[in-house]
């Protein structure tokens, strides 16, 4: 079991609870005069996270996607949760047609972006997109099937959907002080700060050491997808690492970050992901969604 901890120092106007959870150094905005209020909200932020975690990983053996993706082909439980998280992929992946693909995360196999400088062969790729396809995918309202072979990652959505629960379980618990919710750079704002200004986040410059864009967030949340730290560099060329389910090979001409605002944490993680996905479209496309947006092209 991974230890967990929650650290909660005092700021000049509150607290910031900070703990680790999904691959990522996490935090809580807390405007508030209480001590044990704001302890309360980390808590329950922090264990959100970590239940989400605990469910939907792909790394640790025990979770309910791991043991799904080990089924061979079996039926498994499908609950109501989850059945709505696959509700929502539904729409991503007609609105996408078929580049948002959970069943795609299988490439990672050829495709390390561990700092390597070398890219994988067709011969490698190519065995790897029978195993593609979310339509394959059977559910009920209470099951689910994957075909042999095949796998699901929900990397692209969990983080980010988690922001969104966790601060619901805080408006459900009538935790109502000002929250900035920070799960390694994908933020869910409960609203204005107490003194009704915006909350002032960075979004960092992706072709620019050390210099970030402040961008005011009153309502909703913000997520940025891009290739600063996944890529490969290989014969003068970069490859990022958002990659095409029906070629097996990264999208060609897409910008290097895409940063969106939109009403939740969710929707903008996977906006800014279709974006990267659009290739040379990306910034058409956002203009289309009627979203706040930031792109930055190579």
């Known amino acids: 079991m991974l230890k967990r901890e929650l650290c909660l120092s005092q700021t000049e106007t509150g607290y910031r609870a900070s703990f680790f959870a999904m691959a990522s150094d996490c935090e809580v905005l807390i405007e508030s005069d209480s001590w044990a209020v704001a302890s309360q909200i980390g808590g329950l932020v922090a264990e959100e996270v970590w239940r989400l975690q605990d469910k939907y990983s792909r790394y640790q053996p025990e979770s309910w996607l791991s043991q799904l993706n080990q089924s061979s082909g079996q039926w498994c439980s499908l609950d109501s949760e989850t059945a709505g998280l696959f509700d929502f992929i539904d729409q991503i ?49 209470d099951k689910i099937k994957l075909p042999k072979g095949f796998e699901l990652d929900l990397g692209g959505l969990v983080k980010e959907w988690a922001a969104d629960k966790a601060l619901a379980m805080l408006q459900a618990a009538s935790l109502n002080e000002p929250v900035l919710i920070n799960l390694g750079g994908d933020l869910r704002v409960s609203g204005p700060r107490k003194n009704r200004q915006p909350w002032s986040v960075g979004v960092r410059d992706p072709l620019k050491e050390n210099s970030t864009v402040q961008v005011a967030l009153s309502q909703g949340g913000i997520a940025t997808s891009g290739d600063e730290h996944r890529f490969i560099e290989y014969q003068g060329k970069r490859y990022g690492h958002l990659l095409n389910p029906k070629t097996g090979w990264p999208i060609p001409d897409a910008p290097r970050s895409a940063t969106v605002a939109a009403p939740t944490c969710l929707l903008s993680g ?14 058409s496309f956002l203009k289309d969604q009627n979203v706040l947006h930031w792109v930055q092209n190579a």
Request: aromatic share 8%; glycine share 10%; proline share 5%.
């Open 93 to 141: 992946y007609d609105l996408s047609n078929g580049l948002f693909d959970p069943t795609s995360g299988i490439l990672r196999r050829v495709w390390l972006f561990d700092g390597q400088h070398s890219i994988p062969d067709q011969s490698e790729v190519e065995p790897l997109l029978s195993s593609i396809g979310w339509r394959e995918v059977k559910r009920t309202a």
């Open 270 to 283: 996977v906006l800014s992901s279709l974006a990267l996905l659009k290739g040379g479209e990306a910034t």
